[in-house]
């Protein structure tokens, strides 16, 4: 992989008045301005970082993510989360070499266990679908958690992933870091009770671990053999409407997979000839009667806009992690 250099970052922000912006476009060196802007609450970015504003043509660049999504109300909820976060620091450990010192584990501020691994010790390149070759590894992490907590509905390209030492907007609370033996140890309470100020823990400068690399770059390889299926020149025109779209269509969408489940159903109206205008129209109605709290309009404007123009396809695998597959009852055969 050529020499290239990643330094666009998309933020959101969850507004005083309870609504949310996103397509806040920036350097990564303008994040401190940021913070500023919104007060260091209620603040994200992206996953990942892009080498051009184009989030759908561009390389991305990143650390290795998982995101463990629970309601921490007490001990008993906490331990649930921490068997799955073992199961995958063991996985980690057992499969690509990485020690526990060097994982990242954060308390995202409200229900959450973040953990993330510098690319530095993984070798992680620019790639255009990065984002699936982290979805690739999630997937084999979430076979080995007993309690399934892991979030798999976070790897699609433009991610919002809440700011380290940011406060969440709705518990007051800070995304910190903790230690391994924290996470152990100490009571969810008592981290909550830390989570009160921002925390700071020293890292060291990551080296490479040679055989996390290899294995990185065998799963890797999975993903470069695909045929490029992703963008495509004409829609499919689907005259049938499987049962995995019919449930995105009349479920209720509650925010965290509102974007993810948009572009989807974008994606789908588009393989069946609709107009754009149409497809708009459709996705209107859809979010102001099926988001548990809709999205602005501007959002599904461009996410129309973005299925259409930038011609890409929302395929099986991706709809799979927002909706139920029933294979028996699929018209497509799949």
């Known amino acids: 992989m050529e020499n290239v250099n990643c330094n666009f970052i998309e933020g959101g922000a969850s ?9 806040l476009f920036m350097k990564i060196s303008d994040i401190t301005d940021f913070r500023i802007k919104y007060n260091n609450r209620g603040i994200y970015t992206t996953a990942y970082r892009y080498s051009e504003e184009n989030q759908y043509e561009s390389l991305l660049d990143g650390d290795l993510y998982f995101d463990f999504d629970h309601d921490l109300v007490n001990d008993e909820a906490f331990e649930v989360v921490k068997k799955d976060v073992f199961a ?9 070499g990485i020690p526990d ?4 584990i954060y308390f995202s501020g409200k229900k959450g266990i973040h953990l993330v691994i510098d690319k ?20 084999e992490v979430y076979n080995v958690c007993p309690n399934k907590t892991m979030d798999m509905k976070i790897y699609d390209r433009r991610r919002l992933w809440r700011l380290g030492n940011s406060q969440h907007h709705e518990s007051g609370l800070y995304k910190i870091p903790i230690t391994l033996d924290e996470l152990v140890n100490e009571s969810i309470g008592n981290i909550k009770e830390m989570a009160k100020n921002q925390r700071f823990l020293f890292n060291p400068t990551p080296t490479l671990i040679h055989k ?5 770059k065998r799963k890797s390889q ?3 053999e695909r045929p490029k299926s992703r963008k495509f020149s004409k829609p499919l025109k689907l005259d049938v409407v499987p049962p995995c779209i019919e449930e995105l269509l009349n479920g209720v969408v509650q925010k965290g997979q509102r974007n993810n489940t948009a572009i989807a159903l974008a994606s789908f109206f588009r393989q069946q000839g609709i107009s754009e205008s149409d497809c708009l129209a459709k996705m209107e109605n859809w979010n102001e009667s099926q988001c548990s709290e809709p999205l602005p309009n501007r959002e599904i404007e ?18 799979r992690t927002l909706s139920t597959c029933n294979k028996k009852k699929c018209p497509l055969g799949r």
Not at 212 to 216: F, G, M, S
Not at 305 to 311: L, V
């Open 15 to 23: 507004l005083p008045n309870g609504s949310f912006i996103r397509n």
């Open 88 to 96: 995958t620091l063991k996985y980690l450990k057992s499969i690509f």
């Open 101 to 104: 010192e060097v994982v990242d």
């Open 120 to 139: 530095g010790y993984i070798g992680i390149e620019p790639h255009s679908d990065l984002n699936q070759i982290f979805r690739v590894i999630a997937e």
């Open 212 to 216: 996390a690399n290899l294995v990185y």
């Open 222 to 224: 999975k993903i470069n």
């Open 302 to 319: 461009t996410t129309v806009r973005q299925a259409y123009r930038g011609e890409y396809k929302y395929g099986c695998s991706g709809i």
